[in-house]
T-cell receptor, first 118, second 112 residues
Framework: NAGVTQTPKFQVLKTGQSMTLQCAQD?????MSWYRQDPGMGLRLIHY???????DQGEVPNGYNVSRSTTEDFPLRLLSAAPSQTSVYFC?????????????????FGEGSWLTVV | GQQVMQIPQYQHVQEGEDFTTYCNSS?????IQWYKQRPGGHPVFLIQ?????EVKKQKRLTFQFGEAKKNSSLHITATQTTDVGTYFC????????????FGTGTRLQVFP
């Protein structure tokens, strides 16, 4: 079972370049999300999706686009990279339940993508 | 919106000493989750707490949910070098939703 797979693991971009971080999960999870992690800032939600064809903004969406054409895939696009987007990016997935569940809704993370914008 | 504070930001301990991290919310929580991230790794789910005053144990780790369901703690007894990493709490963005926000984390360093 691969779980959550994200690529690339490392990337260096020049300011103004565009790129896509790929994310795929094989657990048939409805809910997928992208976080960025910066020193001392914890994990901040960029965008999320509750199912194919549905996306929404998180806490820090500016400069990023997402789409969800299939249940499995949730790519993150940087349209014009800026140095402020230098960060570690994590894709995550989980079951989506609107109501409180005693069994929990564990988030499974990918291994991360280290992005540097110069 | 929901805010969650986690303290301390860093903790250095000698191997064998105890360690505690605290997570505090401005609002009542339906549940709280704890994650561990090893250096260079990704966050991994540890546990979820649901009930007021709940206490759960995993070997040397003890997790507690406050009576008012606004705070939680993670206590490690007799730390080992394998406990090194950053511990995050995660809480629902609003009551009774599965969409989580994460605390800023506590980075634990254990010296042998």
């Amino acid at each position: 079972n691969a779980g959550v797979t994200q690529t690339p693991k490392f990337q260096v971009l020049k300011t103004g370049q565009s790129m896509t971080l790929q994310c795929a999960q094989d657990m048939n999870h409805e809910y997928m999300s992208w976080y960025r992690q910066d020193p001392g800032m914890g994990l901040r939600l960029i965008h999320y999706s509750v199912g194919a064809g549905i996306t929404d903004q998180g806490e820090v969406p500016n400069g990023y686009n997402v789409s969800r054409s299939t249940t499995e895939d949730f790519p993150l696009r940087l349209l014009s990279a800026a140095p402020s987007q230098t960060s570690v990016y994590f894709c995550a997935s989980s079951w989506n339940r609107d109501s409180f569940s005693l069994s929990g809704n564990t988030i499974y993370f990918g291994e991360g993508s280290w992005l540097t914008v110069v | 919106g929901q805010q969650v504070m986690q303290i301390p930001q860093y903790q250095h301990v000698q191997e064998g000493e105890d360690f505690t991290t605290y997570c505090n919310s401005s609002t009542t929580l339906s549940n709280i989750q704890w994650y561990k991230q090893r250096p260079g790794g990704h966050p991994v789910f540890l546990i979820q707490l649901v009930k007021s005053g709940e206490v759960k144990k995993q070997k040397r780790l003890t997790f507690q949910f406050g009576e008012a369901k606004k705070n939680s703690s993670l206590h490690i007894t007799a730390t080992q070098t394998t406990d090194v990493g950053t511990y995050f709490c995660a809480v629902p963005r609003s009551y009774n939703t599965d969409k989580l926000i994460f605390g800023t984390g506590t980075r634990l360093q254990v010296f042998p």
